[in-house]
Protein backbone atom coordinates (compact mmCIF):
# COMPACT_ATOMS: atom_id res chain seq x y z
CA UNK A 1 0.00 0.00 0.00
CA UNK A 2 0.80 3.57 -0.24
CA UNK A 3 2.49 5.42 2.84
CA UNK A 4 3.92 8.67 3.54
CA UNK A 5 6.65 9.74 6.22
CA UNK A 6 7.61 12.72 7.08
CA UNK A 7 10.62 14.38 9.69
CA UNK A 8 8.64 14.47 13.27
CA UNK A 9 8.19 17.60 15.08
CA UNK A 10 7.98 19.92 16.42
CA UNK A 11 10.40 21.95 14.85
CA UNK A 12 10.95 25.38 16.35
CA UNK A 13 13.38 27.88 14.59
CA UNK A 14 14.45 31.65 15.14
CA UNK A 15 13.43 33.65 12.10
CA UNK A 16 15.28 33.88 8.85
CA UNK A 17 16.80 30.52 9.75
CA UNK A 18 16.78 27.49 6.63
CA UNK A 19 14.16 25.41 7.27
CA UNK A 20 14.06 21.45 5.77
CA UNK A 21 11.12 19.22 6.37
CA UNK A 22 11.84 15.72 5.61
CA UNK A 23 9.28 13.58 3.32
CA UNK A 24 9.79 10.04 1.87
CA UNK A 25 6.84 7.79 0.74
CA UNK A 26 5.84 4.35 -0.57
CA UNK A 27 3.63 4.02 -3.58
CA UNK A 28 2.07 1.46 -5.44
CA UNK A 29 1.42 3.59 -9.14
CA UNK A 30 3.29 6.75 -9.91
CA UNK A 31 2.15 9.64 -7.05
CA UNK A 32 1.51 12.91 -7.58
CA UNK A 33 3.46 14.16 -4.17
CA UNK A 34 1.76 17.59 -2.43
CA UNK A 35 2.80 19.84 0.79
CA UNK A 36 -0.13 21.53 2.69
CA UNK A 37 -0.57 23.96 5.39
CA UNK A 38 -2.84 24.14 8.71
CA UNK A 39 -2.59 27.76 10.01
CA UNK A 40 -4.03 27.45 14.04
CA UNK A 41 -7.40 27.19 13.98
CA UNK A 42 -7.95 26.73 9.84
CA UNK A 43 -8.19 24.27 7.54
CA UNK A 44 -5.47 22.50 5.04
CA UNK A 45 -4.13 24.82 2.36
CA UNK A 46 -2.36 23.33 -0.68
CA UNK A 47 1.33 25.04 -0.56
CA UNK A 48 2.38 23.00 -3.27
CA UNK A 49 2.32 20.16 -5.39
CA UNK A 50 4.36 18.55 -8.11
CA UNK A 51 3.56 15.78 -10.73
CA UNK A 52 6.02 14.08 -12.27
CA UNK A 53 9.51 13.27 -11.38
CA UNK A 54 12.56 16.21 -10.83
CA UNK A 55 9.05 18.54 -10.78
CA UNK A 56 10.13 21.57 -8.35
CA UNK A 57 6.96 22.95 -6.67
CA UNK A 58 7.43 26.46 -5.12
CA UNK A 59 4.95 28.93 -3.23
CA UNK A 60 5.70 31.45 -1.03
CA UNK A 61 8.92 31.08 -0.87
CA UNK A 62 8.79 27.05 -0.14
CA UNK A 63 10.09 24.60 -2.71
CA UNK A 64 9.92 20.74 -2.88
CA UNK A 65 11.28 18.51 -5.72
CA UNK A 66 10.17 15.27 -6.63
CA UNK A 67 12.70 12.74 -6.25
CA UNK A 68 12.11 9.34 -7.77
CA UNK A 69 15.41 7.67 -7.34
CA UNK A 70 15.31 8.29 -3.48
CA UNK A 71 11.45 8.30 -3.46
CA UNK A 72 11.87 11.97 -1.59
CA UNK A 73 9.92 14.98 -1.50
CA UNK A 74 11.62 17.31 1.28
CA UNK A 75 10.15 20.68 2.03
CA UNK A 76 12.41 23.97 1.91
CA UNK A 77 12.95 27.46 2.23
CA UNK A 78 15.54 29.62 2.63
CA UNK A 79 14.43 32.26 5.36
CA UNK A 80 11.41 31.57 7.45
CA UNK A 81 9.29 34.13 8.80
CA UNK A 82 7.03 33.86 12.02
CA UNK A 83 3.86 33.85 9.92
CA UNK A 84 5.05 30.22 8.80
CA UNK A 85 4.68 29.46 12.33
CA UNK A 86 1.66 25.77 11.29
CA UNK A 87 1.36 22.16 10.66
CA UNK A 88 2.74 20.99 7.37
CA UNK A 89 1.68 18.03 5.88
CA UNK A 90 3.50 15.97 2.95
CA UNK A 91 0.50 14.05 0.81
CA UNK A 92 0.52 12.01 -2.24
CA UNK A 93 -2.03 10.84 -4.39
CA UNK A 94 -1.72 7.64 -6.36
CA UNK A 95 -2.23 7.83 -10.17
CA UNK A 96 -3.52 4.11 -10.30
CA UNK A 97 -6.98 2.89 -11.37
CA UNK A 98 -8.72 5.91 -10.85
CA UNK A 99 -7.99 6.72 -7.74
CA UNK A 100 -8.47 9.90 -5.99
CA UNK A 101 -7.17 9.42 -2.64
CA UNK A 102 -4.95 11.49 -0.64
CA UNK A 103 -2.00 9.41 2.02
CA UNK A 104 -1.16 11.95 4.88
CA UNK A 105 1.98 11.90 6.53
CA UNK A 106 1.89 12.47 10.51
CA UNK A 107 2.37 16.28 10.14
CA UNK A 108 5.17 18.58 11.41
CA UNK A 109 4.38 21.35 14.09
CA UNK A 110 6.97 24.17 13.17
CA UNK A 111 7.38 27.03 15.35
CA UNK A 112 9.24 29.99 14.30
CA UNK A 113 10.12 32.67 17.06
CA UNK A 114 11.32 36.64 16.50
CA UNK B 1 -10.22 26.09 -7.13
CA UNK B 2 -13.26 25.31 -5.49
CA UNK B 3 -14.54 27.47 -2.76
CA UNK B 4 -15.55 25.31 0.16
CA UNK B 5 -17.89 26.25 2.92
CA UNK B 6 -18.61 24.14 6.03
CA UNK B 7 -20.91 24.72 8.60
CA UNK B 8 -20.52 25.24 11.66
CA UNK B 9 -17.44 26.48 11.89
CA UNK B 10 -17.21 24.86 15.61
CA UNK B 11 -19.75 23.48 18.43
CA UNK B 12 -19.93 21.65 21.57
CA UNK B 13 -22.35 19.02 22.18
CA UNK B 14 -23.45 17.13 24.89
CA UNK B 15 -22.79 13.08 25.02
CA UNK B 16 -25.57 10.86 23.09
CA UNK B 17 -26.60 13.88 21.03
CA UNK B 18 -25.96 13.96 17.11
CA UNK B 19 -24.58 16.72 14.99
CA UNK B 20 -25.38 17.39 11.17
CA UNK B 21 -21.95 19.19 9.45
CA UNK B 22 -22.75 20.53 6.37
CA UNK B 23 -20.28 20.91 3.04
CA UNK B 24 -21.44 22.90 0.15
CA UNK B 25 -18.82 23.92 -2.75
CA UNK B 26 -19.50 26.62 -5.26
CA UNK B 27 -18.81 24.95 -8.65
CA UNK B 28 -20.05 21.16 -9.26
CA UNK B 29 -17.54 18.56 -8.23
CA UNK B 30 -17.37 14.77 -8.52
CA UNK B 31 -15.71 13.63 -5.41
CA UNK B 32 -16.31 14.90 -2.18
CA UNK B 33 -14.54 13.38 1.15
CA UNK B 34 -15.10 14.07 4.77
CA UNK B 35 -11.76 13.46 7.19
CA UNK B 36 -11.78 13.75 10.65
CA UNK B 37 -8.57 15.13 12.21
CA UNK B 38 -8.27 13.97 16.13
CA UNK B 39 -5.85 16.41 18.09
CA UNK B 40 -2.51 16.90 17.50
CA UNK B 41 -3.11 14.08 14.72
CA UNK B 42 -2.81 13.89 10.79
CA UNK B 43 -6.63 13.15 8.50
CA UNK B 44 -7.89 9.86 8.43
CA UNK B 45 -10.20 9.68 5.60
CA UNK B 46 -13.82 8.57 7.02
CA UNK B 47 -16.03 8.29 3.50
CA UNK B 48 -15.81 9.17 -0.16
CA UNK B 49 -19.58 10.63 -0.73
CA UNK B 50 -21.10 9.52 -3.77
CA UNK B 51 -23.43 11.54 -5.81
CA UNK B 52 -26.54 9.32 -6.19
CA UNK B 53 -25.56 6.51 -4.25
CA UNK B 54 -24.15 5.39 -0.39
CA UNK B 55 -21.00 6.70 0.86
CA UNK B 56 -18.26 4.50 0.65
CA UNK B 57 -16.55 4.20 4.21
CA UNK B 58 -13.15 3.29 5.08
CA UNK B 59 -12.31 0.71 7.68
CA UNK B 60 -13.32 1.33 10.98
CA UNK B 61 -16.23 3.98 10.08
CA UNK B 62 -19.87 2.57 9.58
CA UNK B 63 -22.94 4.31 7.83
CA UNK B 64 -24.71 4.37 11.53
CA UNK B 65 -22.15 5.97 13.26
CA UNK B 66 -21.43 8.43 9.94
CA UNK B 67 -24.27 8.58 8.06
CA UNK B 68 -23.95 10.92 5.09
CA UNK B 69 -25.67 12.09 2.53
CA UNK B 70 -25.21 13.84 -1.36
CA UNK B 71 -28.11 15.16 -2.60
CA UNK B 72 -26.20 17.00 -5.93
CA UNK B 73 -22.67 17.77 -6.91
CA UNK B 74 -22.14 20.88 -4.84
CA UNK B 75 -23.62 19.55 -1.57
CA UNK B 76 -22.77 16.95 1.01
CA UNK B 77 -23.41 16.37 4.86
CA UNK B 78 -21.97 14.08 7.72
CA UNK B 79 -23.81 13.37 10.89
CA UNK B 80 -21.85 12.52 13.97
CA UNK B 81 -24.31 9.86 15.56
CA UNK B 82 -24.97 8.96 19.12
CA UNK B 83 -21.52 11.59 20.07
CA UNK B 84 -18.97 10.45 23.17
CA UNK B 85 -16.17 12.43 24.22
CA UNK B 86 -13.62 10.19 21.62
CA UNK B 87 -15.66 11.85 19.13
CA UNK B 88 -14.47 15.34 19.65
CA UNK B 89 -11.90 16.10 16.32
CA UNK B 90 -12.20 18.17 13.60
CA UNK B 91 -14.36 17.17 10.52
CA UNK B 92 -12.91 18.72 7.13
CA UNK B 93 -14.47 17.93 4.14
CA UNK B 94 -13.14 18.08 0.85
CA UNK B 95 -13.15 18.11 -2.63
CA UNK B 96 -11.12 16.09 -6.01
CA UNK B 97 -10.09 17.88 -8.74
CA UNK B 98 -9.48 14.27 -10.89
CA UNK B 99 -6.78 11.56 -10.52
CA UNK B 100 -3.42 12.34 -9.12
CA UNK B 101 -4.34 15.71 -8.53
CA UNK B 102 -4.72 17.52 -5.21
CA UNK B 103 -7.65 18.00 -3.11
CA UNK B 104 -9.13 21.54 -1.46
CA UNK B 105 -10.03 21.60 2.10
CA UNK B 106 -12.86 23.67 3.72
CA UNK B 107 -11.88 25.18 7.18
CA UNK B 108 -13.20 22.31 8.98
CA UNK B 109 -15.66 21.67 12.53
CA UNK B 110 -14.12 21.83 15.55
CA UNK B 111 -16.24 19.62 17.23
CA UNK B 112 -16.09 19.44 21.35
CA UNK B 113 -18.25 16.81 23.20
CA UNK B 114 -19.25 17.05 26.84
Known amino acids: GNSVTQMEGPVTLSEEAFLTINCTYT??????LFWYVQYPGEGLQLLLK?????DKGSNKGFEATYRKETTSFHLEKGSVQVSDSAVYFCALSDSGAGSYQLTFGKGTKLSVIP | SAVISQKPSRDICQRGTSLTIQCQVDSQVTMMFWYRQQPGQSLTLIATANQGSEATYESGFVIDKFPISRPNLTFSTLTVSNMSPEDSSIYLC???????????FGDGTRLSIL
Open chain 2, 94 to 104: SVGAGEGQPQH
Open chain 1, 27 to 32: ATGYPS
Open chain 1, 50 to 54: ATKAD
